[in-house]
């Protein structure tokens, strides 16, 4: 018995100095593909991984003269003075609608765009449009909502000019709560649908041409093609990107809201993002907006664990 477990002991040795071997040998093989990936593991580990140790915060009465280790730990406190604040049900009403109306209708906009680039037989006219869709990616959120203001300004705006023109009265774009949801939507969709359509049309470019022409021969046209052999191609993809989304549900992106926001739309453009800005760094209550962020990785990270598991079910690869 003694000299069974010996064995084992030995032979699992042997696989892990055998394993170390070889992914050192990986490493030396492959040394200039890792430097290349070194400054976005870096990024990762500063600002993602490093911060993760001072969550504790949210647990305490946190002061900087005193730090992480002296400061008073206090529980739940921030947690139920949140859950308690009247200003709750509004960041959460705001969050999950803009969130919604960009997972309705920003989410399928790539989709769509990749599904036409794909239609598109002439190289250099796909290549052109390619190439504009993917411009606005690369403006910062700082130029699309100056280009908003100029369009939609009620007093120099070019549209009310338009408006103004053709014997209309201005309209309050900016100023107005009842298109504020959908401004910001639109906006998003302008800005990243055509970067969003570089993983699909990726996904597509994988999909074996002798399908295409088997259904041909079959009569089927450029519709049923798409609906037939495209789509479910890129079925996984979209999956996994849509669990990924759902992941950042309660993430609206803070500079494109707070560049928007103005008085007279602060009851449907106060999110979590701004609020933990407005709070934490206005006001310099650490904790207390350390508890708001961790409450909102918390509901990503169940969301992404619910949808990934309903995924799967559906006999979908999902995330992990």
Avoid: C
Avoid at 71 to 77: A, F, H, T
Wanted: hydrophobic share 55%.
């Amino acid at each position: 018995m003694n000299q069974a477990h010996t064995q084992k002991v030995v032979h699992r040795a042997a696989d892990k100095a055998s394993s170390q071997r070889r992914f050192w040998k990986d490493i030396r093989r492959d040394k200039y593909l890792y430097l290349l990936a070194l400054p976005g593991l870096l990024f990762l580990l500063l600002f993602k991984y490093i911060p993760l140790a001072e969550v504790v915060i949210a647990f305490q009465n946190y002061s900087p003269l005193l730090g992480i280790f002296k400061s008073k730990w206090v529980g739940l406190d921030h947690f139920i003075r949140f859950f308690s604040n009247p200003d709750f049900m509004m960041l959460f009403r705001n969050t999950m609608a803009i969130s919604l109306l960009n997972l309705v209708f920003f989410f399928p906009v790539p989709i769509l765009l990749s599904l036409m680039l794909n239609e598109v037989k002439n190289e250099i006219y796909k290549k052109v449009v390619q190439s504009i869709v993917y411009l606005p990616h690369f403006l910062s959120w700082v130029i699309i909502a100056g280009l908003t203001f100029l369009l939609l300004a009620k007093g120099e705006g070019v549209v009310n000019k338009m408006l103004e023109a053709f014997g209309m009265e201005r309209i309050g774009f900016l100023t107005n709560p009842n298109i504020f949801w959908i401004m910001v939507t639109i906006q998003s969709a302008w800005k990243e649908a055509g970067w969003g359509t570089i993983i699909f049309l990726a996904a597509m470019a994988g999909i074996d041409p002798q399908l295409y022409e088997a259904a041909r021969m079959d009569g089927a046209g450029r519709f049923r093609q798409m609906f037939h052999i495209t789509l479910p191609a890129i079925r996984s993809v979209i999956v996994v990107l849509l669990i990924l989304r759902l992941g950042h549900i309660m993430d609206v992106g803070f500079e494109q809201i707070f560049l928007m926001y103005n008085g007279a739309v602060s009851q449907v453009a106060e999110v979590f993002d701004t609020y933990v800005y407005r709070v934490g760094i206005q006001q310099a209550q650490f904790s207390y907006s350390t508890a708001v962020g961790l409450f909102k990785s918390l509901v990503g990270l169940v969301l992404v664990i619910l949808s990934n598991k309903v995924a799967k079910k559906f006999g979908e690869e999902g995330v992990y």
